[in-house]
């Protein structure tokens, strides 16, 4: 059984970075290298949103328009991590956040991804 657990979120203010962590915890199991991890966010009162994707084996990186430039996302296959680095915040990047795991591969739709982590929280404000 896989688990998802995100860290690394906080309270910065715009411009600052912040690097948000997803371990994924397997007994018996990892991650496949067929299988998507993505990062999703939620605001107060919006719909979950895409922010990036990254195939696992291959590496390849995929990412929304809003955080083009800004974030990247990155993992590290031999120990089950997954990382997003945000540089430049802005107050729009806040959001609860969350990793998650698609086994059909990469996506965009939350739908795709069957198994999520907690949240954690990035507050972007002076």
């Known amino acids: 059984q896989v688990q998802l657990v995100e860290s690394g979120g906080g309270l910065v203010q715009p411009g600052d970075s912040l690097r948000l962590s997803c371990t994924a915890s397997t007994s018996g199991g990892r991650i496949f290298s067929s299988f998507a991890m993505g990062w999703f966010r939620q605001a107060p009162g919006k719909e979950r949103e895409f922010v990036a994707a990254?195939?696992?084996?291959?590496?390849?990186?995929y990412y929304a328009d809003p955080v083009k430039g800004r974030f990247t996302i990155s993992r590290n296959s031999a120990e089950n991590m997954m990382y997003l680095h945000m540089n430049n915040l802005k107050p729009e990047d806040t959001a609860a956040y969350y990793c998650?795991?698609?086994?059909?591969?990469?996506?965009?739709?939350?739908?795709?991804?069957?198994?999520w982590g907690q949240g954690t929280q990035v507050t972007v404000s002076l």
């Open positions: 990254i195939r696992w084996g291959v590496g390849n990186t």
């Open positions: 998650a795991r698609s086994r059909r591969g990469y996506s965009t739709d939350a739908a795709d991804y069957d198994l």
